[in-house]
């Protein structure tokens, strides 16, 4: 079995983690930049942190022989400070020629204020003026409606928006319908106590169809699974569906995605 | 489907159950959390389909306009403001 981990941040797992995700038959990770469980103090602890992400994490997986990616961003959360989000912003086009960074993420909303919605859009503004994939993450718990909401509004309004190269991530029942009419990919996010399940991420492929949606484990610092996509695999099979099916969700649907950006490639074996 | 699944979701069921039970104990079944569990719960056997997304929905804000402020406060897994039904009972 072969598959992709196309949300995962890796800086706060184990290297444990990198060798079970192997062992299981993981061909790339890819990292957004996310929250660190505190709200960094200054823009040079961003600037370590996209060095964290560009140098030192793809060295780490690549002893395990693991390619390794990354989205770079302010998270939402530190968006309300906005004179050092829009110092980081400014970090970032310097280290988006760095060989593993895919595009912007995962930006996107966290208590859907209007702090959060303007650094939204500059995020947005940036990565389409560098032509640069996009990565959103939708709020928790109840904001998740509201904010998916407003987040398909803004990239709508955006002309330089071109929906296949954007994905949506943790999308429930309640919000993948209207990210997939509006033509942009989705993501679901398998948690053991939010975001989706096993059984109701299958549910939702098998109700929405399988064409622009890619599974994830968000394994982070928090209560999460790094192994949790390759353990979805069981659940379609125990349904009935095919090997072709679980490499189609699990393996070609994230490649498709992220192959946008040129200089996503994989090891040559597992390219077959 | 029924064989593989039933045990699992009937436990969580009676933790559902015992956690209503549990609030009432505590006398904390006020909170605007468990008021909106119990009316979640009531889809589940309202005999109409796509209730995982209908109570996701009964879950959500449904307010439409950004927040002024942050209350910087993290999400707490229900609104906290009246949802149109409980408003007219009121
Ligand atoms: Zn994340």
Redesign the pocket.
Known sequence: MRYIEP?G?MVSRTTDDYQAMVTAGCQAVCE?A?WAGFDRGSAAGFRDYFRQLTEYEPARAAKFLLPHYSWLCLNPKESEDLGLAREVLALIPEFLGRPNVLGIG?IGLNRNTRNELRILEEHVALAVRHDQLILV?TPHLEDKLKGTRLILDLLRGHPGVRPGRVIIDHVEEHTIQQVLDAGFWAGITLYPDSKSSPPRAVDMLEICGRERIWLNS?C?WGVSVPLAVPKTALEMRRRGHSEDFVDAVLFRNPVRFLSQCPKFALRAESAG | MVDHGFVPVRAKLIEVAAFLDRVERYAVADDFRCAALRRAAALLVDGRPARARRILEQLSDPTTRPDAVSSGKAALGAWAGQPPSAKRKA
Request: glycine share 0%; no cysteine; net charge negative.
């Open positions: 949300h941040h957004p996310f995962e993450h968000a982070d």
